[in-house]
């Protein structure tokens, strides 16, 4: 129960420590968002900042250490406060197939391999 408290009060102090400093990042930045959506798929955000070409930088030098022909993935914990479930980011090449879509065609091409034996047995 008290390290409950604890984690909740950290997290207030943490809370309000990042406001802070987004106010004065948002101020020196110049991200400029220009779209943002949530669809079913996933989460898509156009932006113009020297921040994200940086970001960009940084993820395809991890495909290349990683010597990913497509994708690469890791898990990451949240705040203890937030009392939530490890999250997994992929970070794939921008015209590779994403984890889903590869299990979506490959499952499909199971399916036409089962169907295909089984008109050969029938």
Known sequence: MMLKLIDKAAGKWLDYRM???????????????????ITPDGFTAEGISPAIAILADEASKMLKRAGADNYV??????RVDFAVKP??????????????????????????????NSRKEG
């Open 19 to 37: 406001g802070r400093m987004k106010q004065r990042y948002k101020k020196t930045s110049g991200i400029e968002f220009k779209k943002a959506e």
């Open 73 to 78: 993935q890791f898990d990451m914990l949240a």
């Open 87 to 116: 999250i997994r980011v992929t970070v794939q090449w921008a015209r590779g197939e994403s984890p889903g879509q590869q299990n979506a065609r490959l499952r499909r091409e199971l399916d036409e391999l089962r169907l295909n």
